[in-house]
């Protein structure tokens, strides 16, 4: 009978819904722990991370571009920035940055990234795979998280180029979509709206079945764990596409390549769009006064030294209620602020109480976790610079150069 046709259809529709439901499920709950794992150790790792991060930086800013111990400093900054990749994929994993997206132009993005260390590692690592690109313009806004994207797309380049044996091309490719009905796409269905899709086309052996149905899982041990080894770098692919509500679809097969295709719903968002950090000589400052708050002496004397170099006038506080008390003595025109500090109070409270007495302080908010809910309120506070731990020269630069302009 019609009906029972139409009521097996209907039933197995809700079995696949609760399937996928479930899925859904227990993969929260993994990320969940490792959550909780991420968020006890990643500010730590991130404070003995940021002198591997950027001491290297500062002696390079010293020595003649000749000198022989320039590819040591390089090695050392690399291996500090690839620690630093794996720490923020956890803190990733872990966390909410709809506060953090930009609108941003995925063309514009996918240019920096031909310019950028990343991709010139991946070409030394695998220089007989040809990386080709076909990018439509002009192209449609999206929301993001430029950084993430990026390593989004570093992370497949690394993933497809596994899987080429000798030479080999992967092919990238952008295009405005504008999807009329529902389509099928991986795990989920593609909901009908406008998109910019981004396609990853390898000319490698393929995957199978089981292989595709495992790829974004964390600690996925096959050689689809990527270039750093974590079993982390497909699976922040998937949360970077899922955490501004767009989707994912693979098509491959066996000795016939595979292709990936990243769906960003467009934005019609007006704001400001992101633009790369400056250069370090657009840095530079003109002895304007810093004030450092950190409880870690190694931190404060890192940052000092950076400050300095760039043309700052420094001094350095403790603790916050240090940086209260230099305050109602003394003008800073910048306040450099940790977030967790360790006695006493936090950077929360610390802008609290400065802004109590010097409402036009400005500060720089700096953090060695994912965005916390006290991160955020000072955001709400009026607050709009912040950068994470470890950073490079040319970050803390810009958001002291920035900040100063506001």
């Known amino acids: 009978m019609p009906e029972t046709e139409a009521l097996?259809?209907?039933?197995?529709?809700?079995?696949?819904?609760?399937k996928r439901a479930e899925d859904k499920l227990e993969r929260s709950r993994r990320m969940g722990h490792l959550g909780s794992y991420?968020?006890?150790v990643a500010h730590d790792l991130n404070n003995l991370l940021a002198g591997i991060f950027t001491y290297p930086e500062l002696i390079l800013m010293e020595l003649p571009e000749k000198n022989s111990s320039r590819k040591y400093l390089y090695a050392i900054k690399q291996a500090g920035e690839k620690a630093a990749n794996i720490v923020q994929d956890l803190m990733m994993l872990s966390q909410d940055p709809a506060a953090s997206t930009h609108s941003l132009n995925l063309n514009d993005i996918i240019s920096d990234l031909k310019k950028s260390p990343d991709f010139k590692e991946f070409k030394r690592c695998h220089p007989d795979v040809k990386v080709v690109?076909?990018?439509?313009m002009p192209l449609d806004n999206i929301k993001g998280i430029p950084k993430l994207i990026t390593r989004s797309l570093i992370n497949i380049f690394y993933n497809a180029a596994e899987s080429i044996n000798g030479q080999g091309r992967i092919t990238v490719s952008t295009a405005n979509m504008s999807i009329k009905t529902p389509?099928?796409?991986?795990?989920?269905?593609?909901?009908?709206?406008d998109y910019v899709t981004v396609t990853i086309q390898d000319t490698g052996n393929g995957m199978t079945e089981k292989d595709i149905s495992s790829l974004f899982e964390p600690?996925?041990?096959?050689?689809?764990?990527?270039?750093?080894?974590?079993?982390?770098?497909?699976?922040?692919?998937w949360e970077t596409i899922s955490q501004v509500n767009g989707y994912i679809n693979i098509i491959s097969a066996l000795?016939?390549?595979t292709t990936f295709i990243l769906y960003f719903p467009v934005t019609v968002d007006g704001s400001k769009k992101w633009a790369p950090p400056d250069e370090i000589v657009n840095c530079r400052g003109n002895g304007e006064s810093m004030l450092i708050v950190d409880d870690m002496p190694e931190q404060r004397e890192l940052a000092c030294t950076i400050l300095k170099k760039l043309g700052y006038s420094v001094s350095s506080v403790p603790c916050g209620e240090d940086a209260v008390a230099y305050l109602r003595a003394k003008k800073a025109d910048m306040v450099i602020l940790d977030m967790i500090m360790d006695p006493g109070i936090d950077g929360l409270e610390t802008?609290?109480?400065?802004?109590?007495?010097k409402p036009d302080q400005r500060f720089v908010i700096v953090s060695g976790y994912a965005e916390t809910e006290r991160l955020k309120e000072i955001q709400r506070l009026g607050c709009r610079f912040c950068i994470k731990k470890p950073y490079s020269i040319a970050e803390i630069g810009e958001a002291v150069k920035k900040g100063l302009r506001a």
């Not at 389509?183 to 709206?193: F, L, T």
């Open 133 to 136: 690109f076909d990018l439509e």
């Open 255 to 257: 000795d016939r390549g």
């Open 351 to 357: 802008f609290k109480r400065i802004s109590e007495f």
């Open 219 to 237: 600690f996925y041990t096959k050689k689809v764990m990527g270039r750093d080894g974590s079993g982390l770098s497909m699976p922040v692919v």
């Open 183 to 193: 389509e099928r796409g991986y795990k989920h269905m593609i909901e009908k709206g």
């Open 8 to 18: 097996k259809k209907r039933i197995k529709a809700l079995e696949e819904e609760l």
């Open 38 to 40: 991420a968020g006890s």
